[in-house]
Structure formats: C-alpha cells, structure tokens
C-alpha cells in the first residue's frame, strides 16, 4: 500500500490550495481516508475524514466552513480543498488511511501561508 501526497506549496494569506493524495495497492472507497497535520513544534493532528460508506465528512473545528475533503473513486484518490488559508494552517499535512486494523500514511506535503 502506498498514499503519494501532493500539492502542497507556498501562499498568501486568504489564498487557496487543493492537496490530492493517491492510493496504490488499496480501494480508498472501502476505506476511511483522512487528512492530518504537523505544525512546526507542535504535535499530529486531525484535519478532516471522508468515511467509508454514506459520504459522511468530518472535519476538526479550525477548519470547518473552509476546508472540503472529497473522495474520487475513479481516480483512486482523496482532496483535500483548502479555502481561505490563514497563517495558523502552516503545516505538513498527510493522508491516511484506516483498513481494519491497519493504519497507512502519505509522505506529506508542506503548506505555508504567508502573511
């Protein structure tokens, strides 16, 4: 199984930036696929999830109302859009993916908002 994380990059403050992350030697569609993210000096955490089955999204309060993770299922890959960009959202973000028991992550890709 391997998760290639992309489109991360450098942008202004209010800018927008659309992560995709591809899937090799798994279904995403039969999975729970989620973005997390590390801030310099600070620890992992939660962006948003697109669940298995239903369409069900959840997303961690910093960044409700800006962010939409969706899933393409003919491409095999996961999006995460990212509107309004604040400084606060400078991380590595990475891709995951929970099969059963099993726990798989993306390379990550660096955001930077500038201000």
């Known amino acids: 199984v391997q998760l290639q994380a992309s489109g991360g990059g450098t942008v202004q403050v209010g800018g927008s930036l659309r992560l995709s992350c591809a899937a090799s030697?798994?279904?995403?569609?039969?999975?729970?696929v989620a973005w997390f993210r590390r801030a310099p000096g600070k620890e992992r955490e939660f962006v948003a999830r697109?669940?298995?089955?239903?369409?069900?999204?959840l997303y961690a309060d910093s960044v409700k109302g800006r962010f939409t993770i969706s899933r393409d299922n003919t491409k095999n890959t996961v999006s995460l859009q990212m509107n309004n960009l604040k400084p606060e959202d400078t991380a590595v973000y990475y891709c995951?993916?929970?099969?059963?028991?099993?726990?798989?992550w993306g390379q990550g890709t660096l955001v930077t908002v500038s201000s």
């Open positions: 697109f669940f298995r089955s239903g369409g069900n999204t």
């Open positions: 995951n993916l929970r099969s059963g028991w099993d726990s798989y």
């Open positions: 030697g798994i279904t995403l569609s039969r999975n729970s």
